[in-house]
């Protein structure tokens, strides 16, 4: 690419031409001096200790055939607790290189990831082989993104083994219910038989009771209310089957470490979750439990009945789940991200700066072919001003009755779309005075 612009700066100003060769040593010259420039720069970040601990990853421990370097370069393959200890244990192991919080603002992204990348494929003895500044610069790049990749493994990992318990255990009570559908609707036919009775209104009131018992016995109709009782659910445990606890030994596996390893940042939405996830990591570190403290507005109402015992206490095993699958949600969301991170970061990271977007202003404009100065807001052609369309649009929306939901009815109480929704039709009717 260099050659071709060269060639055509030359032709643009009318300048003769060398020799193909000429000029073909020229760029090849000056791509050297910049790559030098480049390996200096970088080798010259890390301090001595820093450097030293970057030069024993290439290092073979004895008795064994392979070096820290291949070790770290080898991801997670498998979706199990056993496979993102491992992930969280090699994100540690990158981190304790230290090199994390270089400043690398000034120097190419493009070249740092081709160094990176070079260093992923390379053997550790033709690293070990390269000039002193090239080998150093090759492995921090190496570093530095290896962070970022090998915690958007740890999350990678994260979100299948949830996706897959969650799936399995929803699998494995569906095959439940289908043994037992025999025996919920044997119950449940009684049920409507009594019930029959009673709607009938050629049965007087005061002989109802009697004729039930004589035609079904009491032990028969207290065993039908059992068998519903155990083997019908309620719609909202889809989300939170009781099942999954029986899973927490597993979930012990990684926990800990997760807690101790991954450190998230949230976003206006995720606050709740993240005031969660402080909690749990709390919770780790308490020699007893402080349940009582747990904040408990991440709770959904197909959890609340598990997480809240009868008694106002916490159950442990059922606020860990549904912690961790809120968790998971929010990290789908984004409204929990980790830094680094090429996969799982902040998307507003990648939004243009105030003064970004001052310099590319005109082109962005004249490309789509807006003005850089808009005018104010047209009036409405049918109404006559926009006040008025604002009244019509409030006029369509505020008939629209959005269903609050309380936890006596085994819904949220405060359901924040309800609350979003709110908002804008006062937004709206703002825009209409």
């Not at 390269?130 to 492995?139: F, H, S, Y």
Request: aromatic residues 6%.
């Amino acid at each position: 690419m260099l050659f071709d612009l060269a060639t055509a700066w030359l032709v643009e100003r009318q300048v003769l031409l060398p020799g193909v060769s000429v000029l073909e040593r020229l760029v090849t010259r000056i791509r050297e001096r910049a790559n030098t420039r480049l390996y200096r720069t970088l080798a010259a970040l890390p301090s001595e200790e820093q450097r030293d601990r970057l030069r024993q990853v290439l290092v073979v421990p004895a008795g064994s055939r392979r070096s820290p370097l291949d070790h770290l370069r080898r991801g997670p393959t498998q979706p199990t607790a056993a496979g993102l200890v491992d992930a969280l244990r090699r994100l540690r192991a990158v981190r304790e290189l230290g090199v994390g919080d270089l400043d690398r603002s000034r120097l190419p992204p493009g070249r740092l990831k081709l160094l990176a990348r070079s260093a992923s494929t390379a053997r550790a003895q033709a690293i070990q082989r390269m000039p002193a500044q090239r080998g150093m610069a090759t492995l921090v790049a190496f570093a530095c993104f290896l962070q970022a990749n090998a915690q958007d493994d740890v999350l990678d990992v994260l979100d299948r083994l949830l996706t897959d318990l969650l799936a399995r255990v929803d699998r494995q009570e569906r095959h439940r219910r289908l043994r037992t559908i025999g025996d919920l609707d044997v119950a449940a036919l009684l049920l409507r038989d009594i019930s029959l009775v009673v709607l009938d209104q050629a049965k007087s009131d005061h002989t109802v009771r009697n004729e039930i018992f004589a035609r079904w016995s009491r032990e028969r109709i207290e065993q039908a209310v059992a068998t519903v009782g155990a083997l019908a659910r309620p719609p909202e445990n889809n989300q939170a089957p009781q099942a999954l606890l029986n899973r927490y030994s597993m979930i012990r596996q990684f926990l800990p470490l997760l807690l101790q390893t991954v450190i998230p940042h949230a976003t206006q939405g995720g606050r709740a979750v993240l005031a969660a996830w402080e909690f749990l990591q709390h919770l780790e570190r308490m020699p007893t439990s402080a349940m009582h403290q747990a904040p408990l507005r991440i709770v959904t109402p197909a959890w609340w009945r598990l997480v809240v015992r009868p008694d106002k206490t916490v159950d442990r095993r059922a606020y860990t789940f549904c912690a961790l699958q809120a968790m998971h949600a929010a990290f789908k969301r984004r409204d929990l991200y980790v830094m680094p991170s090429q996969r799982w970061g902040d998307p507003r990271a990648q939004l243009l700066t105030t003064e970004a977007w001052q310099v590319q202003r005109t082109q962005v404009c004249r490309m789509l072919g807006l003005n850089e100065q808009p005018a104010a807001l047209r009036p409405c052609a049918h109404c006559g001003s926009a006040s008025a369309a604002a009244r019509v649009v409030a006029s369509w929306l505020l008939p629209v009755k959005y269903p609050a939901k309380t936890p006596s009815s085994g819904h949220l109480g405060h359901d924040p779309l309800a609350g979003d929704y709110i908002k804008f039709l006062h937004i709206v009717a703002s825009w209409a005075t």
